[in-house]
């Protein structure tokens, strides 16, 4: 009887949403005989190194996708016809076999640059590795990006200048043992639920300080001590300025400077011009509130600066988060456990997909591919000659497809269409490639652009590594077998390497962490033996095994061991508000939603309880326009336009609007058609949060 086949199966996993990485226990029920016959029963955390017994609610219930029927079951092949082109189903064979002909065809006409790869933040360590691996050594480019140049790597390039190493300076623990926590850009209880907890007990119960910088008044800044709302783009500014005040009155660490710091000297004269008046006039803060933050900063028994993309996502992303480090340098507060510096990543791998050599200019652990004996290491293992210079990111693909020297792009678990920035240039960019090859769990929109598609697993299906904010490695186990002819990542990438003539061969993800572990210092000591269960390893990790909770103990990661004071200047944002376009756009997340949903609005509950995006509009604003909550507007920028209902709310201010970017509903929602091309100048992560609009009212309510 059917009863005989059924199963009910308790599994290890690691949430996807976000990084902060919880893990728990998966409990299903799967009827052996028909593969289709599974369900998730629930979730239940038990002792995760993060989360210990907690989840929030996209981890709770938002794993629903994983049985829905919009998977893709089965490659798909464009067919093109004169009334409109079509997808049909394809077997493997066929669909790999025309990726590797096409593959080989626009290398051999137009050179391996001509090719381009991006990897997902939302796959496994393991699955960067290889991505890399075949740009690298199968095609030879070092075209290769991951979607940390939409978020994350403007802060990474902060932490770079100043300490040395990319990556949060401590733990979850140590942000609720510090004294104070500055949260600045970052909607932390909706965003990164699991950790906004932690610090919200610590604020409760141990009488930890809170300080809150942000353009919204969200939950956590109603429950600081101290809320400050600068105006749009000025970070910068107000982060010199009380770290100048500190210097100015003595009250910076000088014996933490003397043993471990750099550069003083040089660094203080570049902060001539922050003066609190400055910053004060430019901000919109009073220099009496500068003034007591800086006090609460210096008085405070460890501080951890919390930011995330309201920092990063500016043209001035880099120097603001490279800010941040500095103030943190000269009051002391590295190399102790309850402070730093603590980026908190989107994405639940966005750390290792770059940690794994998903970035245009490093191979694994950050090793430079312009280092001729780093190559050389490469180039033995690989058996292969590697191409010396770094390749094109995120950003410069979409302007070489655009110049017409990018033809080809092979893209997994990225939603690039709808999450990159101007989302009109990118979809024009995309429409233009010689053949697209997209890998995905749906049929997403950026889907519409492919010229072949991959059904892919999703990680219940599949084995591997993530990296957490906390540079905390940990294993996903296989809850369910891949659905119909989906296919794990990894299992995908091996297959198009070998029909282009590389003879890898990978049993299992494990015997790929090997062969990353053996070329990479930073990840020297990490195995699936020493990862086995909730097992977990913080990199850096010694050969040994040996792994660092706290990242700086005895030294920053430079050759002398001493950190680095960079000095700044101040630049102007980018489209800034003018009598057109009159009102600034600031955009982010939903706790309900994961980006732009192709997750979540798979799961009937959060789809029902928030289906559509929507802008938020001061209370003034709406009085002044005849606005409602319910209203339609229109907003046009520079570069787009769309249509979504209006939310009145005193979580903005003024002439200030807010939309989330889950758009999957109706993409005329789809907020990056109104954000420009704009980039941080150094990482080139596209400045979303400078956005300029006019809003024009459709239907009063
Ligand atoms: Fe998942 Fe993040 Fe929620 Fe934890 S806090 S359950 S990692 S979405």
Redesign the pocket.
Known sequence: SAMRHNRVKQTKTV?T??G???SYDVWTLENGADPNDRHILKIEPLHGAA?GIS??V??KFGWEYVNSPDRLTKPLIRERHAEGDRFREATWDEALNLIATKFSEIKREHGPDALAFISSSKCTNEESYLMQKLARAVIGTNNMDNCSRYCQAPATTGLWRTVGYGGDSGSITDIEAAGLVLIVGSNTAES???LATRVKQSHKLRGQKLVVVDLREHEMAHRADLFIRPNPGTDLLWLSAITRYILDNGLAHTEFLKQWVNGTDTYWKSLEPFTMEMASERCGISVETLTQLARMIVEADGVCVLWAMGVTQHSMGSDTSTAISNMLLVTGNYMRPGAGSYPLRGHNNVQGASDHGAMPNFYTGYQKVEDAEVRGKFERAWGVTLPPKPGLDNHQMIGAIHEGTLKCMYLFGEEMSLVDSNANVVADALAKLDFFVMQEVFFSETCRFADVILPASPSLEKEGTFTSTERRIQRLYKVFEPLGESRPDWCIITDIANRLGAKWSYPSPKEIYDEIAALTPLMAGVTYERLEGYKTLQWPVAEDGSDQPLLFTKQFNFPDGKARLYPLQWNEPTDQPDAEYDLHLNNGRLLEHFHEGNMTYRTEGIREKTPCAFVEVSPSLAQARGIESGSWVQLTSRYGQVKVQAVVTDRVYGNQLYMPMNSLQNLDEAVNKLTSSHTDSVTHTPAYKETSVHMQVLTSR
């Open positions: 949430c949403y976000c902060v990485g919880c989360n989840t929030c996209k981890g990164h639920p699991v």
